[in-house]
């Protein structure tokens, strides 16, 4: 009879760290990988994702003319050895880049185990251009003077936005995206997505009208 009631209080103490009152151990608590994907992001800073090596030949020329009057008669006459040629090859790097310096989590958009990236508006830039001197082609006639320090400076910078005007036909918008997303995906992979759930994107499909807008002029000043 002792043995018996020994059982039952054991029973009765079973059952009582089994009910309801009984505090069990927290769940791990869930971390939420936006604000530390958001910071790694902001690390890339200015991602340049595209880069093109162009070749361009400026060309120029002119005539000397003598306009004026003459009896009442208006004239305009083009004066024999009195014109100018230029051919001036030029070489340049043209670069697309992503600035990441304003990227926050606006750009992050996150459903389940699903994620999507909204790249900032990429940039194109000249990043340089040098004439190859030794290979400029004139032809002075002998009734004008040479080109000008001032001019050959002026056509360069000619030659420089005739290389952005050609920004549509390159495809470096498209160029950058893929590169951009390249880099971002093993990133987004080390923390936990899988690759087939992750999308990058720009925040619409850019037109060549969209291009001057994409454009970083302050290249031209140079």
Excluded: W
Excluded at 36 to 41: D, G, R, Y
Excluded at 75 to 82: S, V
């Amino acid at each position: 009879m002792k043995n018996l009631a020994i059982a039952l209080l054991l029973l009765l103490a079973t059952l009582a760290s089994c009910s309801d009152g009984s505090t069990a151990p927290p769940a791990p608590e869930q971390v939420d990988t936006i604000p530390m994907l958001v910071t790694q992001i902001k690390k890339c800073a200015r991602l340049y994702s595209a880069e093109y090596q162009l070749h361009k030949i400026v060309t120029h020329e002119d005539q000397m003319k003598l306009r004026g009057s003459f009896m009442a008669k208006e004239f305009n006459i083009t004066l024999p050895l009195g014109d100018r040629k230029i051919a001036i090859p030029m070489d340049a790097t043209l670069k697309a880049y992503v600035d990441f310096s304003t990227f926050s989590d606006k750009n992050v958009h996150r459903r389940g185990k699903k994620i999507e990236i909204t790249l900032p508006d990429p940039k194109v830039e000249l990043t340089s251009s040098k004439i190859n001197h030794a290979e400029i082609k004139k032809q002075v006639s002998l009734l004008r003077t040479s080109f000008s320090d001032a001019e050959m400076a002026n056509y360069e910078k000619q030659g420089r936005a005739a290389i952005l005007n050609d920004v549509p036909k390159l495809g470096i918008i498209e160029m950058a995206r893929a590169n951009a997303a390249n880099t971002l995906i093993p990133m987004l992979v080390n923390m936990g997505f899988q690759e087939a759930d992750i999308t990058i994107t720009f925040r619409k499909q850019f037109s060549n009208s969209d291009l001057p807008k994409l454009l970083d002029t302050k290249s031209l000043a140079r």
